[in-house]
Structures are given as C-alpha cells and as structure tokens.
C-alpha cells in the first residue's frame, strides 16, 4: 500500500457526460502528479501540483482540467467525454521541493470507461 | 519533449536466471531514471532509481546502471523469482529544486518467470 488513495475504483459513464476523480496524496506530500495510462498511448503524464499550485503540464487535453485543494487532495475533471478517453487514471504524490525526495508513489488508478 | 524507448517488450526467462531491460532517453537535461513494477490491477510499484550523478545502484537482486554519454539505461534482476513475473517500466525526467517534473514512461516490458 503507497499511502495514496484514490476514488473511485471504476467508473462507467456514457459519451459526452463529465467525471471528476479523487486523489488524496500520502501523508506528508505537497506534489500531486496525475497520469493516464491506455493500451496505445502507454502511461502518460497530464498535470502536476505543488502546494495548491499548478508545476507542469504534460499531455493533457483542454477537455481535461485539475486542481489541488487546501489539505492537499486533488481532483481531476474530465469532460465531454469520448471512447478513447476509456483508461486508467493514477495519481501519485511525492514530497517535493527538496532534492532526494522526488520519488513519486502511485495509487491504486481508477478505471474508467466510456460507453 | 523526453522520449523513452524500452526493450523488450517481452522477455521470458527461466527461474533463477538473470532478466536485462534497457531503456534509452532523448533529453540530455533528464537527470532521474525510476523503475517501477505494476501487478495485474495495481499501480505501478517503484523498485529502485537512480540519479545522473551516480552510474550505478544495487539493492539486493536489482541492480541499475546508466550511462549519460550514450543516454541508456538498464535493469539488471539477478535470480529471478517467480514472484518477479509483472510489467516493468523505466522512466525519465529532470530534477530541480522543485522536485521532480512528471514522468517520461517507457511502454514496458513483460517479465515471464518460466518455472
């Protein structure tokens, strides 16, 4: 068990609907990371948090959208959904900013899918 | 962008002999390279990382090497046990006094422990 929750486990949703998944990081962690990761794309980078604050952006659509709150849990919200969005999704967290501690740990994922 | 290629894809071996999967990164800036395991329905797992400062890490039966002036890396597992059978990815990103930005995944490599 990483110490990262995420909820929740699967989720099944029609095309054109809206989601939001949750993430609670480990305790201790301020940097959020959210992933995506599908037969054909492999695991993918979307989007990193720091401290409420967005960091980085990887390939993530405009569709797709996150945030990080005060106790640090993050959502991600996916909308106006698609089949090919029908993946896992990972959070993972990692203490960040000093050196030496950028190891990031993953949750359970959650899968989703699109009909 | 990072882009990271890994090989095999899939690799067979007996029971007790030793597994290699290489990698290799395109961003001469990335300077972390983590490993991770993911079981059939579970998050990815890391096993052992290494920094580009270092050229190698051991940690029991796992063993890491890396060389930045050809930009590859590898997994060396030595006595392999059946409980190593999973998908192994390598990753890549780069360090700063943020921490770490999101990874640059490889697409895996399944490990089969023959009995």
């Known amino acids: 068990d990483s110490g990262v929750t995420q909820t929740p486990k699967h989720l099944i949703t029609a095309t054109g609907q809206r989601v939001t998944l949750r993430c609670s990081p480990r305790?201790?962690?301020?940097?959020v990371y959210w992933y995506q990761q599908s037969l054909d794309q492999g695991l993918q980078f979307l989007i990193q948090y720091y401290n409420g604050e967005e960091r980085a952006k990887g390939n993530i659509l405009e569709r797709f959208s996150a945030q990080q709150f005060p106790d640090l849990h993050s959502e991600l919200n996916l909308s106006s959904l698609e089949l090919g969005d029908s993946a896992l999704y990972f959070c993972?967290?990692?203490?960040?900013?000093?050196?030496?501690?950028?190891?990031?740990?993953f949750g359970p994922g959650t899968r989703l899918l699109v009909l | 962008g990072e882009n990271v290629e890994q090989h095999p894809s899939t690799l067979s071996v007996q029971e007790g002999d030793s597994a290699v999967i290489k990698c290799t990164y395109s961003?001469?800036?990335?300077?972390?390279f983590p490993w991770y395991k993911q079981e059939l329905g579970k998050g990815p797992q890391l096993i052992i990382d290494i920094r580009s400062n270092v050229g190698e890490k051991k940690d029991q039966r796992i063993a890491v090497t890396l060389n930045k002036t050809a930009k590859h890396f590898s997994l060396h597992i030595t006595e392999t046990q059946p409980e190593d059978s999973a998908v192994y990815f390598c990753a890549a990103s780069i360090r700063s006094g943020g921490g770490a930005d999101g990874l640059t995944f490889g697409k895996g490599t399944h490990l089969i422990i023959q009995p």
């Open positions: 961003d001469s800036a990335s300077n972390y």
């Open positions: 993972a967290s990692s203490v960040a900013p000093a050196s030496g501690q950028e190891t990031q740990y």
């Open positions: 305790s201790g962690d301020l940097s």
